[in-house]
């Protein structure tokens, strides 16, 4: 089995940051590439960075310059860093990475979900 959990979620004034970590665990072969979406209310899930096991970095226009994603090759971990935070950012961010599981399938994994919520 393979899990994939988040974590570092929560409220924070606008301006402010956070730092999301999302960790894969279990039978795993190999994790390709690993990333962010996020979903507000009403909205389509949609992308908020990816990057591959090279460091390939693809993010959305809405973040550059003040999201960051990177990962842990070793700890199969992506994080995000999240940074000027302004009251649009709030969603549910969810983590995303593809798997390639010990018993040879590969799949796109994804997490439980984390809020962050930008709100004076």
């Known amino acids: 089995q393979v899990q994939v959990v988040e974590s570092g979620g929560g409220l924070v004034q606008p301006g402010g940051s956070l730092r999301l970590s999302c960790a894969a665990s279990?039978?795993?072969?190999?994790?390709?590439?690993m990333g962010w979406y996020r979903q507000a209310p009403g909205k389509q899930r949609e992308l908020v960075a990816t990057?591959?096991?090279?460091?390939?970095?693809n993010s959305a226009d809405s973040v550059k310059g003040r999201f960051t994603i990177s990962r842990d090759n070793a700890k199969n971990t992506v994080y995000l860093q999240m940074n000027s935070l302004k009251p649009n950012d709030t969603a549910v961010y969810y983590c995303?990475?593809?798997?390639?599981?010990?018993?040879?399938?590969?799949?796109?994994?994804w997490g439980q979900g984390t809020q962050v919520t930008v709100s004076s």
């Open positions: 995303r990475a593809d798997i390639t599981s010990t018993s040879g399938s590969y799949y796109s994994y």
């Open positions: 279990g039978s795993i072969r190999g994790v390709y590439v």
């Open positions: 990057i591959t096991s090279g460091g390939r970095i």
